[in-house]
């Protein structure tokens, strides 16, 4: 008997759903859990409970990731923390796959498989966090200084689980870590494929930047003696696209997504915008050169519209390649379970395999996203599709 007979995809669905109840959104299949939020944590709770009735010894390291650990050997999993308005299954797919292959296993008689949850992966406070510090790409007293976009800090937000924290969990145990996610994009779905396989992960930036100019009435203040903060924004983001075409890939990104404009009033001209400015691409000399780019086009804008700018720590990850024994596990599994409906492909979208991949060898499998829709309530993926992934991924974890 393996595990391939006693995997159970019903179990794995109704745990699926189970966790899309808590924090739902009422949109949908959405979620709104972000990390360290009430529902965060009431998520990780029962996860935890889960995992023990599965047999996994339960530890919760000091940021809040949780962890069902078996005998030394893989690792599976993902994170169960969403983003604002977040979908059912971005990372939630990840953790449930791990544990219900984990606990098959254990009923087949194999204790050598592990469960995560990673905390914050979708960067409440940064890029990654939970994976970034337990993966070593950031140290927990800087981490503890970082801030959300409400000014609270992770050593605040961390502190709403002390209860359930211990000590960090010795990576040494581990042989590698294998993570199932949802695309994310267009392209498995677009193909009416399986799966994907993942050859490599890109790399990331991201930093916030505020410019100050004078707050003033927005009647009586002649557009020549304005210091508009916005315009200033504005400014900047027509430069910046004019200056990265020369640089950029169809394959790069770069994204404003919060924006605060200070004190955001119809009548007075904006004083003060803060924002992040976040960019990805595989290949890390370009993010480099992009940085200098938007560094410039920061300052330039700036200067020429009397406005002061401040720039925040720069986060990032560089772009990371997944390994071939693990990966070769994962295509062979596909080819025999769904031959010809799958691919190897890239992925635009950050994980925490990329912080994991320091510490062991590490692999990922995608299933596909409907309409490529994700980070949004209506991110969703046919059941079958999921079960298909999993049938794929557990095959893998059998051979391995
Ligand atoms: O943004 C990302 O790539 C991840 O979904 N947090
Ligand atoms: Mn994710
Ligand atoms: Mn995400």
């Excluded at 000091?62 to 078996?70: I, T």
């Excluded at 409400?150 to 937000?157: E, F, P, Q, S």
């Excluded at 209506?378 to 051979?399: F, N, S």
């Amino acid at each position: 008997m393996t595990l391939m007979t006693t995997l159970n995809p019903d179990r794995f669905l109704a745990d699926l759903h189970a966790l899309r109840g808590i924090g739902a959104s009422g949109v949908g299949k959405g979620v709104i859990r972000p990390a360290y939020s009430d529902a965060d944590i009431a998520g990780r709770r029962w996860l935890m409970a889960r995992m023990a009735a599965a047999g996994l010894r339960v530890q919760v390291d000091p940021v809040g990731s949780v962890f069902g650990l078996g005998d030394p050997g893989l690792l599976l999993g993902s994170h169960t923390d969403s983003q604002p308005q977040g979908g059912w299954l971005d990372g939630a797919l990840g953790v449930i796959a791990g544990l219900e292959i984990a606990r098959a296993a254990r009923e087949a008689g194999r204790n050598d498989l592990s469960v995560v949850s990673f905390q914050d992966e979708e960067g409440r406070f940064g890029v990654t966090t939970g994976s970034a510090i337990w993966g070593g790409n950031l140290t927990l007293d800087k981490a503890d200084s970082l801030t959300d976009h409400t000014g609270t800090t992770l050593a605040d937000a961390r502190a709403r689980m002390a209860d359930l924290a211990g000590a960090f969990v010795e990576p040494a145990q581990f042989s590698g870590f294998i993570e199932m996610h949802i695309e994310q994009g267009p392209w498995l779905d677009q193909a009416g494929e399986n799966v994907g396989v993942v050859r490599d992960i890109v790399g990331i930036r991201d930093m916030r930047v505020t410019l100050r100019g004078q707050q003033n009435h927005a009647g009586t203040t002649p557009m020549h003696l304005r210091r508009d903060a916005f315009q200033g924004l504005a400014g900047f983001n027509t430069l910046l696209n004019d200056r990265l075409r020369n640089v950029v890939t169809p394959s790069t990104v770069w994204t404003i997504g919060h924006v605060s404009v200070s004190p955001n009033a119809s009548s007075i001209v904006p004083g003060t915008v803060s924002f992040s400015m976040q960019w990805r691409d595989g290949d890390s000399d370009r993010l480099n050169r992009m940085e200098a780019i938007i560094r410039e086009a920061l300052s330039e804008t700036a200067t020429a519209r009397g406005l002061t700018l401040e720039t925040g720590p720069l986060l990032g990850l560089e772009p990371v390649a997944m390994d071939t024994r693990l990966r070769s596990a994962l295509e062979s599994a596909a080819e025999a379970h769904a031959p010809g409906k799958w691919r190897t492909m890239s992925s635009g979208a950050l994980h925490d395999a990329t912080n994991v991949a320091r510490l062991m060898p590490v692999a990922m499998v995608f299933a596909p996203s409907i309409d490529g829709i994700s980070h949004d309530f209506a991110e969703d993926t046919a059941e079958e599709d999921l079960c298909t992934a999993l049938k794929i991924m557990a095959a893998a974890v059998d051979a391995l």
